[in-house]
């Protein structure tokens, strides 16, 4: 059973910075996209970055909100997914969830993590 447990939420101050981890139960090589989403009070989940294994290596889109101030990286010796948080806004306020998921012929298999809370406040 694939586990994923972030980690690194907490409070900080505007401007300020947070690391998020993921770590995860197994290999990352079995997964055909690697992700960070979050969820804010009465909000749909967002989209914060996504990651796609590829032949040449890995490709990463990010959130129009975040591009600039996130980074997504994978550590794959680690089974360890990060989303460094840079210049954080109120707006980035939420529970953040690492995604990941892997296919198998036409069947995709989603995995989740618990998620962790990020408050951004003055």
């Known amino acids: 059973q694939v586990r994923l447990v972030e980690s690194g939420g907490g409070l900080v101050q505007p401007g300020g910075s947070l690391r998020l981890s993921c770590e995860v139960s197994?290999?990352?090589?079995?997964?055909?996209?690697m992700d960070w989403y979050r969820q804010a009070p009465g909000k749909e989940r967002e989209l914060v970055a996504r990651?796609?294994?590829?032949?040449?290596?890995?490709?990463?889109n990010y959130g129009n909100s975040v591009k600039g101030r996130f980074t997504a990286s994978i550590d794959y010796a680690k089974n360890a997914m990060y989303l460094q948080m840079n210049s954080l806004k109120p707006d980035d306020t939420a529970v953040y969830f690492c995604?990941?998921?892997?296919?198998?012929?036409?069947?995709?298999?989603?995995?989740w993590g618990q998620g962790t809370q990020v408050t951004v406040f003055s």
């Open positions: 995604h990941a998921d892997s296919r198998v012929g036409v069947d995709v298999y989603d995995y």
């Open positions: 990651t796609i294994s590829g032949g040449s290596g890995d490709s990463t």
């Open positions: 197994g290999s990352l090589f079995a997964f055909n996209a």
